[in-house]
Each structure stands twice: as structure tokens, then as C-alpha cells.
């Protein structure tokens, strides 16, 4: 048990869709990050925020966008889905660099 | 830019065995080392977490030993089971906390 919760766990949408993906995080967790993971592959940086600013970003496109809540909860927005959006969205929360990550259980995303 | 690599993809073993699994990178300038386990459709548990200071971790079976100024790192599972059948991933912590993963090594223990 991580204290991490993501919802939902499961979501199938068409190309074209927009969708929004929620994390939970530990109480005192300052940091929420997000991951991609494609079938057979490790997670990708998507961003991460720190105290409601993002402070990072991968080789994501704008489509891909993110907010984060005092309440250390967080969404990841997607617009305009495209097939090989399809994959499975972590969230992680934590502290600082020197700090393990604490994962949640994902959202597997499909895009038909 | 930072590149993980993960030898091998695949491992099977029988129930028992001691193995060890490889994690390189290419950028030496990190924050940290991770192993995670990840189970099929699921999330990722991190096993152990070695600092750029530190040499190695240990917990219960498993231990980490981390060579920064190689690039190298290694997980080491003494007497295997069959419910250490996971895929094992390797992370490295960079700037801005961001993690750079491998793509894993699956591993299958046979009874």
C-alpha cells in the first residue's frame, strides 16, 4: 500500500476524446509526477508538479496537460486522444530528489 | 540525454536459484538509483532505493549494489521463489525528480 490511489482504474475512449485522469497523493507529498507506460516498455516523464506549479516536462506535446490541487490530488488532461495514446498512466508522488517515489496502481487507457 | 538499459529482457529460473540482473545508464550525474517490481497490468513497488553516495542496499533477499562512476548497477535475489515472478525495473533520478526507467527485466520462477 503506497497511499498513492489513482482513478479509474480502467477507461476506454475513442480517438478524438478528451479525458482526465486522477491521483491521490500521500498527505505531505509536495510532488506529484506522471508517467506513460506503453505494453512492454518502462514508464515514460510526462511532467511533474510541485506545490500546484509545473516544474518539469518530458517529450510530451501540449495536448498532454496537468494541474495539481492543495489537497495533494492531481489530474493528468489529455485532449484530442490518438491510438498510441493508449497505454497504462502512473502517478507518483514524493518528496524531494534524494526521496523514493511512491507509485499508484494506474489507469489503463484505451483508445479505440 | 539519460538512457537506462536492462540486460537480460527475459530470465526463467527454477525455485531456488540465486540470479542477478543488470541495469546500465549512460549519464552518471544522478540523484539516486531504484529498483521497482511491477506486476502484470499493475503499478510499481519500489523494492530498493540507493543513494549516488551509497555503494549498496539491502533488503530480506534482495540486495542493490550501484558503481555510479560506471554506470552500473545490479540486483541481486538470493534463493529465489515463485512469487518473485515479476518484471523488475531499474530507474535512475535525474533534475526536477524525474525518473528514467529501463524497459525491465521479466522474470519467472519455476517450481
Known amino acids: 500500500e503506497t497511499g498513492v490511489t489513482q482513478s479509474p482504474t480502467h477507461l476506454i475512449k475513442t480517438r478524438g476524446q478528451q479525458v482526465t485522469l486522477r491521483c491521490s497523493s500521500q498527505?505531505?507529498?509536495?510532488?506529484v509526477s506522471w508517467y506513460q507506460q506503453a505494453l512492454g516498455q518502462g514508464p515514460q516523464f510526462i511532467f511533474q508538479y510541485y506545490r500546484e506549479e509545473e516544474n518539469g516536462r518530458g517529450n510530451f506535446p501540449p495536448r498532454f496537460s496537468g494541474l495539481q490541487f492543495p489537497n495533494y490530488s492531481s489530474e493528468l488532461n489529455v485532449n484530442a486522444l490518438e491510438l498510441d495514446d493508449s497505454a497504462l498512466y502512473l502517478c507518483?508522488?514524493?518528496?524531494?530528489?534524494?526521496?523514493?517515489?511512491?507509485f499508484g496502481s494506474g489507469t489503463q487507457l484505451s483508445v479505440l | 540525454k539519460q538512457e537506462v538499459t536492462q540486460i537480460p529482457a527475459a530470465l526463467s529460473v527454477p525455485e531456488g536459484e540465486n540470479l542477478v540482473l543488470n541495469c546500465s545508464f549512460t549519464d552518471s550525474a544522478i540523484y539516486n538509483l531504484q529498483w521497482f517490481r511491477q506486476d502484470p497490468g499493475k503499478g510499481l513497488t519500489s523494492l530498493l532505493l540507493?543513494?549516488?553516495?551509497?555503494r549498496e542496499q539491502t533488503s530480506g533477499r534482495l540486495n542493490a549494489s550501484l558503481d555510479k562512476s560506471s554506470g552500473r548497477s545490479t540486483l541481486y535475489i538470493a534463493a529465489s521463489q515463485p512469487g518473485d515472478s515479476a518484471t523488475y525495473l531499474c530507474a535512475v533520478t535525474g533534475t526536477a525528480s524525474k525518473l528514467t526507467f529501463g524497459t525491465g527485466t521479466r522474470l519467472q520462477v519455476t517450481l
Open positions: 507518483a508522488s514524493g518528496g524531494t530528489d534524494n526521496e523514493k517515489l511512491f
Open positions: 540507493i543513494q549516488s553516495s551509497q
Open positions: 498527505s505531505g507529498h509536495n510532488t
